[in-house]
């Protein structure tokens, strides 16, 4: 702890017990301040608190919720829908592997015609 050097060198007993006195009040104060806000923030704390049951009400609600849009999503579309949106995936996925095979297939010939300029570059020097 680092000492402090506040007063000067000549002072009573008196003058310090007064200084050691005042400091005490001070520090008491301020000490019963922040009682006191720490206890205003712990009501305010307690008045806005979530509890488990409010926790549970939500959560079911939520639940109720959800199931019900399910309950109409499920409603809505039928069966036939869901066919037309799994012939349209295949569809879509098939033509994407088309698609891949032709680009596979041009930058075989793309290396190829590298490999033939190489050598046709190295013959003429």
């Known amino acids: 702890m ?5 007063l000067p060198p000549n002072v009573s007993d008196h003058d310090l017990l007064i200084v050691l006195h005042t400091t005490m009040k001070h520090m ?8 006191d806000e720490t206890i205003q923030r712990i009501a305010v704390v307690e008045a806005t608190k979530y509890d488990k049951d409010d ?8 639940q109720r ?3 019900d849009l399910v309950r109409r999503i499920d409603a809505k579309h039928s069966k036939e829908d869901a066919e037309k949106i799994e012939k349209t995936i295949r569809e879509t996925l098939g033509d994407h592997e088309k698609r891949q095979r032709v680009v596979e297939r041009n930058m075989y010939i ?5 490999a033939i ?5 190295a013959l003429i020097k």
Do not use: P
């Open 65 to 67: 919720a959800h199931d």
């Open 28 to 35: 008491a104060r301020d000490v019963a301040s922040i009682k």
């Open 110 to 114: 793309a290396v190829g015609a590298l």
């Open 117 to 121: 300029i190489q050598l046709l570059i």
């Open 2 to 6: 680092e000492e402090r050097n506040d």
């Open 55 to 62: 926790a549970t009400k939500a959560l079911a609600d939520a």
